[in-house]
Structure formats: C-alpha cells, structure tokens
C-alpha cells in the first residue's frame, strides 16, 4: 500500500506538470494579451505611448518572449541570466518555491494566492451547503425510488430529474429571481436576488430587520443560489444512486438475503444499499475539486462574486497568474481526489486490493 | 401414508408474470408432493419452469410475478395465505435455499462467518458468541477446511465449490424441514460437483432434511432422488421413482432427455436430440405441449391436453399414448 502510493504521489507530479504546461500553452496560443486593451483606446490623447506599454509589461512580467512565460511561471525568473537572458532576470520565483505570483488585472499586483484565500471562505459556504443538501436528498430519494421501481413516486421522481438535468442553471436562475423580486413587490416574504451579503440592514416580512453581515443576512442570501446548484447535483446523483441501487437489487446475494428471512428493510439498507453506495464513491469524491471551484454560471447570475465569478472574471481579463492559479489549484484538487477514490475503493470493498 | 408425513404440498399452482410482451405462464397447473425426508428431483430443460417453482414456494418471485391460482400447503399451512412477516419467518429457518452461482450468492462485502451468523440471529436469536460458536460448527460439518480462519474471510477470498458449502452451511443453519436446492452444482467442476453432491447425500441422512433437487442433469438426480418429476413447459409431463423412471421412461420427452445424455464409455457420433424448441409460454399452444416435438404425435394431441394418467407403481404420465 504504501509502495503503492509513493507510485501514485510520483505520477501526480507528472500528471501536473504536464497538465500545467498544457494549459500555459492553451493560454499561450489564445489570441490576445493582457495589454491589448492599452493599445486600442480609440481616444488618441489617453493613449498609452508604446513606452508606457513597455513599462507596464515589464511591471507585469508579461515583456518576455512567449516560450519564456511558462518556465518563468513555473521556476521564477531570478536565474535567467544562468542561461544568457540577462535582459529577462527579474524577481519572480516561479511556483516551484511558492512564488503564485501577482495578479495582473484583476486586483492589479494583488498577490494571486491573497485573493483566493479572499474568496474562498464565500465559496465554501455555497459549495459545502449545496453538496451536503444534494447527497443528503439525493441518495434516500434515489434509494426510494429504486426499491419502488415504476410507483407513482419514481415517475414523479423521474420526471423532476429530467427538469433538473436540462434546466441550465442561468435560465433557472433568472427565473427564481423574477419570482422572487415578484415576491418583493407584493410585499411577501422573499430572498434577496444577489450578493454575498447585503451593505445594509433590510426588512423581510416574516423575520423582520436582517441585519447586513449577520449570519441570517449570509443564509438569505444562499438560499437561491443553492437551490440553483443542488437542483442539478440532486437531479443528478438520485438518478445515479437509482440506478446503483437497481443494478445491487438484482444481484443474487440480494436473493440470498431475502431467502434467508431477513427483513426486507435489513435487506435494501444493509445487503443492497452497502453495494450501492461504492459506485458513488467516485461521483462523491469527484465533487471535491468542483467545491473549490465554484459555481461558474450560478455565481455570475447571482452577483455571488466567489471563485467561480473570479475565475471567469480572470479569464476575461487575460489575467494570467490568477486563471493559471485557479486551474493548477483544480488539477492538484482533482488528481488527489482520484487517489482517494481509489484509497476509499480499497476501504468499502473488500475485493479491491492496492499493490 | 399418514397425511401428517407429507411435508409440502402443492395443488394447481400457477404462476404467471405480467410482462410488457404479455402474460408468461411460467408454471401453470402443477400438482405434486414431498414427503418429509424424501428427496424429490425437478428435471426439465432450461425455461420449463423449475426455477419459478422454487420461488413460488418461497414467495420470491420479485414485483412482476404472482401465483395466482393453487394452494401451497406447508406442513398443513397453505403459504400463499400467510402475511410477508410470517412468510419470512418460514424462509431461511424450516425453508430453506441453495442456489446455482454460489459465488455471486454471497454478498461481497461482508466476510463469510456474518452471513452466516444473520442467518442464526434472525431466526434463532442466538447471542454473538453462541452463533459464532454454531457458525463453527456448521462450516466443519460442510467440510470448510480451517473454518475459524474461513469465517473472517471475504466470499472473493474462496474458490466455488467452497462457497457452495457455505451456501449448504447457510441453509442448514436453522435445521430446515425443506431444502429447495436449485442446480446447486450446475455451476462447478465435475470433481467439486460430485464433493457437493457426497455432502448433501451425507447431511440428508445426519438431518434429515426433505429436499427439493432441480436440476437439468439427469446423471446429479439419479445420484440423489428418490422420485422425479419431469417439468415440460410449466407443467408436469411425469412423475416417477427414480428407478423406474430410468428403467423405463414413459413420456415421450423424458425419454427424449434420457436418450439425449450421454453415456460413458458409449461411443456415438452424435447425440441424440429432441428436434424443435420449448413452445413460448406467453401462448402456450391448445393440446399437449410437447406434441410439436413429439414423435408420436396423433390428432388428438394437438387438440386436447391429456390428464396426468396413473400407471401402476405410483407413476403418473401426461400423455395420450397411456
């Protein structure tokens, strides 16, 4: 096990150096860069002169040659000089000692690493809630609706899965928003439609004065977006789990429990849903990385400026030590999650072995 | 014989599953009778309806399946009128099963000894240590070899002629009036086979346990029952001592699968076949069933199906030739 192991921690390594190289070289390739903007501001007597872009790029670190960004974004640019390229020294000390360098556009200069630890306590909170909500309904309701394969209860459960599968989580988004405001203006109860928190107190019928910053002001405002998010991930793994669920049921051993007088109860929460439950390790352990990452789509439509907001923000703006940060933090957060799987595997079925 | 002596009984039983193609009758019209500690062997082919029959007695037979005609008397009791609560009670202590995958049978991630133990704790309500000192007891009696070290381990931790004696140990752990054993060495070598079939000869006489024996081999029956009934397509073409019905097969099918086996040390280019198929039971044809792929077939077996008819020597044969 052990051995095993040690194999799996040297291939991480490549596997991420590999996929970094990868995506520096897709952002490489990518039209466009960070100061094209500078260059084309129509207004002739704001425009930067080629000197200050120059400037601005050697700030940036971005005046090198294209084959130079990914070396320097992985070991620095303080050895330069080793290698004949004295005009490129700088002070970067490139990923590999921890250096996760400075924003570029974003929050200009802000160390990359300062804002991720700025935004991820916001994400945690939507993440966290919505995966234990879609894990803690999903597989009882997938379990439900397996042992009552073709009830009235597996069609209805069959049919909400369906709309929440193909309901893009920005169009359903932006309805509950219009319910929601609709809400407002009837002077009904309802939730906030966006932001992390709100700037100042307001009043909801119902609760009274939520006071901005509180903890019942953050709950009112993750209650739409988690919605969004578990919709899917609920859709999704109770239909997994049903699945599983349905596969185990007509196992023979599942006979043997039946034949032997055990309790039907006993026999789907013990001998079945024990089976079951292994295929989800993967679909569990898998949502670890998506937990960092956020929430794309949901977060944008909720003005819920998290990781996932920052990441696409990042994007945009070609702000490439941010999105190259984000990424290589999923890629570490994803093949690490596929060990475990694999560790996880070993513990709950006694047939998997690793060596 | 004292009615007290018949164990099971079955009268008229017809099961049917309800399918989107249609309605299946698996089994349809079945009468016959276990005595207790009579070994009665089931043969038929694939599809005949042995399988269905073993899990009507059992009432095991999944969402789409019913009995729905006929009487299932157990020891007096017609088990179709008992609730789910009572029926579990009956399964797995005074009936029990065997089946034929015994690897798959066992559920995978719990270790040997604790399959066997929820057996004893439900139906006996033994303490921990006293099932686990009776597990011990049952796994040597099946022959496991080193069976304190075998109870700890996984059933992917042992071959397949060992875990059918888990599987034996499993159902014997109540000490059943009635073991329905389903082509219980079917799936394993011939040695293992003939190993399995000495064991369930040897506990028969130690616990005298009345067994139901289905099986498609006629060499394991021979070996082990004492009276055969032959299943064609749901219902029984034959019913015979074991002996006389080697000597001398009636039914026109039985002696078909008779001639159909090989026998050793027989040299023949090819083995005899019964030509045609088993007719589909979602429409079971008018007449005696067998009759397409009967070479003695006459007008009227096409047009009416022949009663089980009496020969002497307590035989009994569907068939117009009698």
């Known amino acids: 096990m052990t051995v095993y192991l040690i194999r799996r921690l040297f291939q991480a390594i490549l596997v991420l150096l590999f996929s970094s190289a990868v995506i520096y070289s897709l952002f490489a390739l990518a039209p466009g860069g960070p100061l094209d903007e500078l260059r084309q501001n129509t207004d002739p007597k ?21 084959y130079l960004w990914y070396p320097t974004w992985l070991a620095g640019d303080t050895w330069l000089d080793k290698v004949g390229l004295e005009q490129y020294v700088g002070e970067r000390k490139g990923i590999l000692r921890w250096d996760w360098g400075t924003s570029w556009k974003f929050q200009r200069n802000a160390p990359v690493l300062d804002i991720i630890k700025d935004k991820l306590p916001d994400t945690l909170w939507l993440m966290i809630t919505s995966t234990i909500i879609s894990l803690v309904l999903g597989i009882p309701l997938g379990v439900f609706s397996a042992v009552r394969q073709y009830s009235f209860f597996d069609y209805i459960l069959t049919t909400f899965s369906f ?21 407002k203006r009837n002077g009904w109860f309802y939730f906030p439609a966006g932001d992390i928190l709100a700037l100042r107190n307001y009043e909801v019928p119902v609760l009274g004065t939520v006071v901005a910053g509180s903890f019942l002001d953050r709950v009112m405002h993750l209650v739409m977006p988690v919605t969004v998010l578990s919709m899917l991930n609920l859709a999704n793994w109770s239909r997994f789990m049903r699945a599983s669920m349905l596969e185990v049921l007509s196992q023979d051993y599942v006979r043997t429990a039946r034949a032997k007088g055990v309790k039907e109860r006993v026999v789907i929460y013990k001998h079945a849903f024990r089976n079951a439950l292994i295929p989800l390790i993967t679909i569990i352990v898998f949502a670890i990385p998506g937990v960092f990452g956020g929430a794309l789509f949901t977060e944008t439509v909720f003005n819920y400026k998290a990781l996932g907001f920052t990441f696409i923000s990042a994007l945009n703006l ?14 570490i957060l994803l093949v690490f999650a596929t060990l475990l799987a694999d560790v996880l595997y070993t513990i709950v079925d006694p047939r998997i072995r690793l060596d | 014989m004292a009615q007290s002596d018949v164990l099971l009984k079955l009268k008229g039983v017809k099961t049917y599953f309800f399918t989107d193609e249609g309605t299946v009758h698996a089994v349809d019209g079945l009468d016959f009778q276990v005595r207790r500690g009579e070994t009665l062997g089931i043969v038929g082919e694939s599809g005949c309806g042995k399988s269905v029959t073993s899990m009507s007695i059992l009432r095991l037979l ?7 005609e006929g009487e299932i008397m157990f020891d007096g009791e017609n088990l179709l009128d008992l609730s789910e609560e009572e029926m579990r009670k009956i399964r797995g202590n005074r009936i029990s099963m065997i089946f034929q995958q015994p690897t798959t049978c066992l559920n995978p991630v719990f270790r040997i000894g604790e399959q066997i133990i929820e057996a004893l704790q439900i139906h006996q309500g033994l303490s921990g240590e006293e099932a ?21 381990s996984f059933p992917h931790e042992i071959s397949g002629g060992q875990a059918q004696r888990v599987m034996i140990a499993m159902a014997l752990a109540c000490n059943p ?7 219980p060495t079917t799936a394993l070598d011939v040695t293992i086979q003939a190993q399995i079939l000495d064991l369930m000869r040897e506990l028969r006489e130690k616990v005298n346990t009345a067994i139901i024996l289905i099986t498609h081999d006629l060499g394991v029956v021979a070996e082990m029952a004492e009276n055969v009934m032959v299943m064609y397509a749901g219902r029984a073409v034959e019913y015979a001592p074991v002996h006389a019905l080697f000597e001398a097969p009636k039914h026109p099918y039985t002696q ?3 001639a159909s086996t090989p026998v050793l040390g027989n040299v023949r280019d090819e083995l005899e076949t019964i030509p045609g198929q088993v007719p589909s039971l979602l429409n079971p044809p008018a007449g005696c069933r067998f009759a397409s792929r009967c070479a003695h077939r006459m007008d009227q077996c096409t047009q009416e199906e022949p009663p089980l008819i009496k020969l002497e020597g307590d035989r009994l044969v569907r068939c117009w030739l009698y």
């Open chain 1, 46 to 66: 704001s425009r930067p002169s080629e000197a200050d872009i120059q400037r601005q790029a050697k700030l940036l670190g971005a005046d090198k040659p294209w």
């Open chain 1, 163 to 183: 709309i929440g599968l193909s309901l893009p989580s920005f169009w359903f988004g932006l309805l509950i928003i219009a319910v929601s405001l609709w809400f």
């Open chain 1, 318 to 331: 070609k702000d490439y030590p941010l999105a190259m940060a984000f990424l290589l933090i999923s890629s």
């Open chain 2, 62 to 68: 999944g969402k789409t399946g019913k009995v729905i």
């Open chain 2, 132 to 152: 686990n000192k009776r597990t011990i007891e049952l796994l040597t009696l099946v022959g496991l070899p080193d069976p304190v070290r075998r109870m700890r």
């Open chain 2, 177 to 183: 009036e009635l073991l329905i054993a389903d082509e």
């Open chain 2, 256 to 258: 078909g699968l008779i």
